[in-house]
């Protein structure tokens, strides 16, 4: 924690959250605000589907491969710079993707997009623990979640208000303004966190010493697991949503907002219970309470899709139970995991992101497309990815008990 941090920012600790959150959504908002302009652009560029597939892809593999620098570049030069060059980069690369002229354009700028991007959400996560003591870091990630939870809400409803109302070019044109508004928002008000005496030097022999230290640790491959892979369980219905929703639920597009409505609805009522929770529940108690309820869901949410016909008055809930088990646990998961190596957590926070986007831009190219036309394949993937992440934890608890209070 950084010894000047009470001078750093004066202003209510809501208002840094709002701040935080922001940049940390920008990755998701990005990719929930063109879904609903999928089928438009791929009729435009005259792309398949498996070449519309590619720019989500490419997105989430930038996303992962940037993702093991911005902790580092954050840890040797500090968090403002790192955060400032990521909204230049991401808003010139939504420049290109508005004017991308084929699709093999598109996938290029959206992976841009993707390298980019991933600096809010990891150096973020680095300001919080350089700011607060752990209880009270708890309480503001679980707020940065709440907040973080609007974009799925928001973003498909703009973009296809957009799309509709205007042209799929338009979508990215909207996320030059918001890139360039970020921007000047943290160019004003983002204080530089990092003390001085604390950031390590830029040298690659260091760097690889830091990743070798993380990645040999099994503590944290284990708690990255149990934090990264059970979000796919969620993630999996969002890029699955042209097909579950159109196509199994028989929705409109102006009526996927439901789907993300409730989803989110679910992420932050878990994430304002966990703050509620930090400092008078453990938190192993707390990150197994989320586990049981995600491993509930997913029974009830296999079982019903097996023997029941799909609808939207009752498909759409065990997703909203799942999202909220999620929100329950993953604030304490992510702590944990910054706290195993204090001196590198900027460089834990990026390897911690690595795993989830990892896992991310494998169930996009890979996992979603085989699935996404069946319910029940939902369903059971969804358990699959939660239960990755259950085992993971259950191994830690066992090898290591007093990991977690």
């Not at 005496?197 to 099994?218: C, E, I, K, T």
């Not at 993300?260 to 197994?288: C, D, E, T």
């Amino acid at each position: 924690m950084n010894p000047d941090a009470q001078h750093l920012w004066k202003a209510p600790r809501w208002a840094l959250a709002v701040l935080l959150a922001l940049l940390g959504m920008l990755g998701p908002f990005s990719i929930d605000t063109y879904i609903p302009a999928f089928a438009a652009i791929g009729r435009s560029l005259q792309a398949t589907p498996v070449e519309m597939q590619q720019t989500l892809s490419a997105y989430l593999f930038g996303f992962a491969f940037m993702n093991l620098f911005h902790g580092a570049l954050a840890d040797s030069f500090g968090r403002r710079p790192v955060i400032l060059w990521g909204l230049a980069m991401f808003t010139l690369a939504s420049l290109g993707c508005a004017l991308a002229q084929n699709v093999e354009q598109l996938i290029l700028f959206r992976a841009l997009q993707g390298l980019s991007t991933g600096a809010g959400v990891v150096v973020s996560r680095a300001v919080v623990r350089d700011m607060f003591p752990p209880s009270e870091a708890q309480k503001v990630m679980s707020q940065i979640t709440i907040f973080f939870g609007v974009a799925p809400a928001v973003a498909p409803i703009i973009g296809g208000v957009i799309a509709e109302t205007l042209d799929w070019h338009a979508v990215f044109w909207f996320l030059v303004g918001v890139g360039v508004v970020l921007f000047a928002a943290n160019w004003r008000l983002l204080p530089e966190t990092l003390h001085r005496q604390d950031r390590q030097p830029f040298q690659v022999g260091n760097l690889m010493r830091g990743y070798w230290q993380l990645l040999s640790d099994p503590r944290f491959l284990l708690l990255a697991l149990a934090s990264g892979v059970p979000f796919n369980g969620l993630f999996l219905y969002v890029l699955s949503a042209p097909a579950f929703l159109g196509d199994i639920l028989q929705l409109r597009p102006t009526q996927f907002f439901w789907f993300f409505l409730l989803s989110i609805g679910g992420i932050m009522a878990g994430s304002w219970l966990s703050g509620r929770m930090a400092g008078k529940v453990k938190p192993k108690n707390q990150i197994m309470q989320g586990f049981r309820i995600m491993l509930g869901v997913s029974f009830i949410n296999i079982v019903a899709n097996a023997l029941l016909t799909p609808s939207a008055w009752w498909s759409l809930w065990p997703v909203t139970v799942f999202a909220f088990g999620w929100a329950l646990m993953v604030p304490v998961v992510t702590l944990l995991v910054l706290d195993l190596h204090p001196e590198r957590r900027g460089m834990a926070s990026s390897l911690q992101a690595v795993v989830g986007s990892t896992a991310n831009g494998i169930v996009a190219g890979a996992v979603a497309p085989l699935v996404m036309h069946s319910a029940v394949g939902l369903a059971v993937m969804s358990a699959a990815f939660m239960a990755v992440g259950l085992l993971a934890w259950l191994w830690l608890r066992r090898r290591w008990p007093d990991i977690g209070g």
